[in-house]
């Protein structure tokens, strides 16, 4: 059976690395399936999505020259299941949302950007200022550790 470019076929999975898998196609031929190239979500270990000897459907991406044949398994999956994250399986780390820096209540009450006089404007930007640099202080006090370097062991 040819191997063609864009073609969907089903394979065997026969190993497993880092970087990849390797995946037994139709006619015994052997094509990799990158790392990048497994899951329509972040993979950070091909074993929480792939095991050996499992049976898997691939997409050809190319046959290079050398006769070295490159796989998909992501691009072989529906645009709706390209979407949807595989269930059972990690989803993408996804960063926690930065705390707000001031402690300052919001005042919606106010609406959308009415102006406000320069003294409150000045106000404002101190009391964040203040705000700030008070957070710093705490942090750097707690980084700070000792007065001074330890000695260990016996007296000079």
Do not use: C
């Not at 972040?42 to 044949?69: C, H, M, S, W």
């Not at 949302?97 to 402690?103: G, H, K």
Request: glycine share 10%; net charge positive.
């Amino acid at each position: 059976m040819a191997l063609e470019v864009g073609s969907v076929v089903e394979g065997k999975v026969t190993g497993i690395t880092k970087f990849g898998a390797f995946v037994e196609l139709p006619g015994g031929k052997t094509g990799m399936v990158h790392i990048s190239e497994v899951a329509a979500t972040y993979v950070k270990e091909i074993r929480d999505f792939i095991q050996e000897n499992q049976v898997v459907r691939v997409k050809i991406l190319a046959v290079t020259p050398e006769g070295r044949i490159n796989l998909s398994m992501k691009r072989a999956l529906s645009p709706e299941q390209q979407q949807a994250a595989p269930e059972g399986r990690p989803a993408a780390p996804r960063r926690p949302a930065a705390p707000r820096r001031s402690s300052a209540p919001i005042d919606y009450s106010r609406g959308p950007a009415q102006p406000q006089t320069f003294e409150e404007m000045l106000s404002h930007f101190k009391q964040r200022s203040d705000d700030k640099m008070s957070d710093i202080r705490r942090n750097l006090d707690g980084k700070r550790g000792s007065s001074g370097p330890k000695r260990h062991g016996g007296s000079r």
